[in-house]
């Protein structure tokens, strides 16, 4: 199946600093990746749509300011979250679609905010 | 607004079947997906309902009823490996998928 990447793993920051992460498709384009944070013990929440070479798409409630995302390429998208904050520490998970029905999703990315 | 329905827990014995039920309310529908996610991991694709009726893929097979709004995964001869959450998904427009509240199988020896 496709492959899709997220680097860092894991990060751990101070509070009010910004953390990027990244999520890559590494053997297929993707004009379109999603990105979620997921709580311990909780379901995957979709925060936005990320759409190659336009404005990503944000889902109600979700802060675009604070979360910024740029789909660079077909095959990269980047979540900052700027001035994180303790209520920031989730995992994040981004996805994409190699077409089908089916959406691959990236190992995630642990963010602790001390 | 959109939910997806899901009972939080279910526990099993080694080689039994077990079904997991989602019903969903949607403004919009392509499709229930099905995701299997071990702790701390990724989510897996498992299974994809686009009309009515069983689809099955080995030991899985999902079912849906899109006039019920639900549909379920059941998973037969169960292992310890397929000790894990499991989410049903709705597709929706732009093909963003829309996550169910989870369901926590334990199986157990």
């Known amino acids: 199946g496709a492959v899709v990447s997220q680097h860092p793993s894991w990060v751990i920051c101070k509070s009010g600093t910004s953390v990027k992460i990244e999520c890559r498709s590494l053997?297929?384009?993707?004009?379109?990746m999603f990105w979620y944070r997921q709580f311990p013990k909780q379901s995957l929440m979709l925060m936005a749509t990320?759409?190659?070479?336009?404005?990503?798409?944000?889902e109600q409630g979700v802060e675009k300011d604070k979360f910024l995302i740029n789909h660079a390429s077909l095959t990269l998208s980047t979540l900052t979250v700027t001035s994180a904050h303790p209520e920031d520490s989730s995992f994040y998970i981004c996805?994409?679609?190699?077409?089908?029905?089916?959406?691959?999703f990236g190992p995630g990315t642990r963010l602790t905010v001390l | 607004g959109q939910s997806l329905e899901q009972p939080s827990e279910v526990t099993a014995v080694e080689g039994a079947i077990v079904q997991i039920n989602c019903t969903y309310q949607?403004?919009?529908?392509?499709?229930l997906s099905w995701y299997q996610q071990h702790d701390g991991g990724a989510p897996t694709f498992l299974s994809y309902?686009?009309?009515?009726g069983l689809e099955e893929t080995g030991r899985f097979s999902s079912f849906l009823s899109r006039s019920d709004s639900y549909g379920y995964l059941l998973l037969q001869e169960l292992q310890m490996k397929d000790s894990a959450s499991y989410f049903c998904?709705?597709?929706?427009?732009?093909?963003?998928?829309?996550f169910g509240t989870g369901t926590l199988l334990a199986v157990q020896p």
């Open positions: 996805s994409a679609r190699a077409g089908g029905n089916e959406q691959f």
């Open positions: 053997d297929f384009q993707a004009t379109t």
């Open positions: 990320s759409n190659e070479g336009s404005k990503a798409t944000y």
């Open positions: 949607t403004s919009g529908f392509y499709g």
């Open positions: 309902n686009g009309l009515d």
């Open positions: 998904a709705v597709g929706g427009a732009t093909n963003k998928l829309i």
